[in-house]
């Protein structure tokens, strides 16, 4: 399948550099993040989770209903949704939206978050219950019969889903995302996508190598296994230079905000700081394997590879998805293509300057990652046709 774009639409003005507490919903501004990402041919569009945030169900229809081609996740956790009424959610979505939907699902990375909203399993539980609710979907969409269920988390009986995927489909693009061995077995056996956060190529590698073991483990033939989601938050410019003086001033802002106690929109699984005493807020040490490694590897240096930068990590705690890429619009495409040699198929960019940034990206940088894989598919098909002679 070809390399695909993922990017995330926030629903306000605020960002990581400059927060506004308490803003709301701004409709208008959602619409246009929304047909700003459609315009530029990003392919989807991430809407996040968490405790405290907006409903990604509500958020999702209505992007859907102001774009044409934009794919919208949904982002899910288990315990915040009976799995027959997401199915029926699900599908409702992707019959609105014309077959445009995708679900990724969190386990839960951080137990705090999870008791917000009255969920109390061990990290061991939750990624079973989320097995089963995988489960559960799929024959809940390809089910013609009513059919019971009596499992470890979920019985019911005698269920009966009239509401289908579009396009005459019996699924919906399942994605999964992790870097625990629960998740890569999960994912490898189960998932359609399976989420990364970026790392160095070594690892990133590693990481492919574990899902596709699992998927192997569990009978998936090589064309089915996960597609590879791989997410960055790039600071880009145009020319390396520049990038290099802007991601400074990026970091000074982020770490500024956090000795403040100020947010790190969009972690879906944060960690949350002290807050009411006046004092400055306090990094909490991350329970998610995913944030650990990410902080483990920004010990190596603060450059890694191409251009893969890891000062944001440290800032913000690895608070979610905080790796950067800093360079001009060719180095982060380069670096984006090496990850794509690699066999990561969907390319999560999203920046600190959100919308602004989404644009540029959609101008300078999507163009660029397209062209490189041309070439590179016509460098292939140059080297099978001289093989043939």
């Known amino acids: 399948m070809p390399t695909e774009f993922i990017s995330a639409v926030f629903p ?4 990581e550099l400059n927060p506004i507490p308490g803003a709301s919903i701004n409709p208008d501004h959602l619409i246009r993040y929304a047909r700003a990402l459609d315009d530029y041919a990003y392919n989807y569009t991430l809407v996040p989770y968490s405790s405290s945030y907006y409903d990604p169900f509500t958020v999702g229809a209505t992007i859907a209903a102001f774009t044409k081609n934009l794919k919208i996740i949904i982002a899910l956790r288990p315990n915040t949704l009976y799995p ?3 199915a029926k959610a699900l599908a409702t979505l992707d019959q609105l939206s014309r077959g445009r939907a995708v679900v990724h699902f ?6 705090a978050d999870q008791a917000r909203e009255g969920d109390f399993l061990t990290k061991e539980q939750r990624y079973a219950r989320l097995e089963e609710y995988l489960l559960i979907l799929r024959r809940a969409w390809k089910s013609a019969e009513p059919f019971d269920h009596s499992g470890e988390f979920y019985t019911f009986k005698n269920f009966s889903n009239s509401v289908r995927p579009a396009n005459g489909k019996d ?13 890569y077995r999960i994912g490898g ?11 160095p190529l070594k690892d990133t590698q590693d990481q492919i190598d574990r899902i596709y073991a699992e998927a192997q483990k569990a009978g998936r033939p090589r064309n089915e296994y996960p597609r590879i989601w791989v997410t960055f938050r790039p600071i880009a410019a145009e020319t390396d230079e520049l990038a290099w003086k802007k991601a400074h001033k990026t970091l000074e802002v982020l770490q500024k905000n956090a000795g403040a106690g100020g947010p790190n929109l969009l972690t879906v699984t ?3 700081a002290k807050e009411g005493d006046g004092k400055p807020a306090e990094v909490a040490q991350p329970q998610n394997v995913g944030s650990q ?11 890694q590879d191409r251009a893969l930068w890891y000062p944001t990590v440290t800032a913000t705690g690895a608070r979610g998805a905080s790796t950067a890429l800093v360079g001009s619009y060719e180095t982060i495409a380069e670096s984006l293509l090496d990850y794509v040699d690699l066999g990561a198929e969907l390319l999560s960019i999203r920046g600190y300057d959100n919308l602004n940034d989404a644009i540029d990206y959609g101008r300078y940088i999507l163009p660029l990652v397209r062209e490189g894989i041309k070439e590179r598919e016509g460098r292939g098909k140059d080297k099978v046709g001289s093989e043939a002679v």
């Open 12 to 15: 306000n003005e605020s960002t």
């Open 84 to 86: 027959t009424v997401a």
């Open 106 to 111: 969190i386990a839960g990375g951080s137990d």
């Open 171 to 183: 699924t919906i693009p399942v994605s999964v995302g992790g870097s625990s061995p629960e998740a």
């Open 189 to 199: 056996a189960h998932a359609d996508i399976f989420g990364l956060w970026g790392e």
């Open 270 to 272: 944060s960690q949350t």
């Open 293 to 303: 490694r990410l902080l483990e590897i920004a010990k190596r240096g603060d450059v």
